[in-house]
């Protein structure tokens, strides 16, 4: 059993470095930012915050695909209809999840 600290704790925040010159701190010294770089700031952080969505979307559709196939192979106790939806989610999610990754792989190289 894994302690709450541990590195095998699945509770703690999935973070990344992100390297780039949005992301850095920004210098008080500095002239304010005009509005262009202001947008372009925002729309870096806007797709930032995006693809850690769409991450987010495949790790739980991987989940939700692992659930559904517990439910698949529960036996009579979950009924019959639930079953084979589940299995039908068992085929269809984890392909769903890959798409996804795809995607991510062709938009953010």
């Given at each position: ?5 541990s ?9 990344r ?6 992301a ?22 806007a797709r ?14 991987l989940?939700?695909a ?10 009579d106790a ?21 798409t996804?990754k795809a ?7």
């Amino acid at each position: 059993m894994s302690k709450p600290n541990s590195p095998e704790s699945d509770d703690r925040p999935n973070l990344r470095v992100v390297s780039s010159p949005e992301a850095e701190v920004y210098d008080l010294m500095r002239a304010p930012e005009t509005t262009a770089e202001r947008v372009k700031r925002l729309q870096a952080e806007a797709r930032a915050l995006a693809l850690e969505q769409v991450e987010a979307l495949e790790e739980v559709l991987l989940k939700a695909a692992d659930m559904a196939r517990e439910i698949a192979d529960g036996g009579d106790a979950y009924p019959v209809g639930a079953r084979e939806l589940a299995h039908r989610l068992v085929q269809d999610l984890p392909a769903k999840a890959e798409t996804m990754k795809a995607i991510i792989a062709k938009s953010h190289p």
